[in-house]
């Protein structure tokens, strides 16, 4: 079992940013995988960035590159969205999850979500 706990969401007006945390706990293999992903009202949810635990490779979604950077701490299990120049259709709940092995940009591959923290971005 991994646990998967975010922080970091918020009110922020378009253009500014935020960051957000996932912190990782429990039985995390030594090669995997963490993404952020996110879903606004009415849509399914989305992949927005991930990063391999090992060797540090990232991949992002063409809709927030150059914006976001994706991150992690090995020491402190956890993994981080900085987010820049946000835009209003950047407002979603964004989850963080987990998987062995590679990155990979399909959710149902993943098998540990969290909890979910909701970001807005006011026009």
């Given at each position: 079992q991994v646990q998967l706990v975010e922080s970091g969401g918020g009110l922020v007006q378009a253009g500014g940013s935020l960051r957000?945390?996932?912190a990782a706990s429990g039985r995390t293999t030594s090669n995997y995988a963490m993404g952020w992903?996110?879903?606004?009202?009415?849509k399914e949810r989305e992949f927005v960035a991930a990063i391999s635990w090992r060797r540090g490779n990232t991949y992002y979604a063409d809709s927030v590159k150059?914006?976001?950077?994706?991150s992690r701490d090995n020491a402190k299990?956890?993994?981080y969205l900085?987010?820049?120049s946000l835009k209003p259709e950047d407002t979603?709940?964004?989850?963080?999850a987990f998987r062995p092995g590679t990155i990979v940009v399909v959710p149902l591959e993943y098998e540990y979500w969290g909890q979910g923290t909701q970001v807005t971005v006011s026009s």
């Amino acid at each position: 079992q991994v646990q998967l706990v975010e922080s970091g969401g918020g009110l922020v007006q378009a253009g500014g940013s935020l960051r957000l945390s996932c912190a990782a706990s429990g039985r995390t293999t030594s090669n995997y995988a963490m993404g952020w992903f996110r879903q606004g009202p009415g849509k399914e949810r989305e992949f927005v960035a991930a990063i391999s635990w090992r060797r540090g490779n990232t991949y992002y979604a063409d809709s927030v590159k150059g914006r976001f950077t994706i991150s992690r701490d090995n020491a402190k299990n956890t993994v981080y969205l900085q987010m820049n120049s946000l835009k209003p259709e950047d407002t979603a709940v964004y989850y963080c999850a987990f998987r062995p092995g590679t990155i990979v940009v399909v959710p149902l591959e993943y098998e540990y979500w969290g909890q979910g923290t909701q970001v807005t971005v006011s026009s």
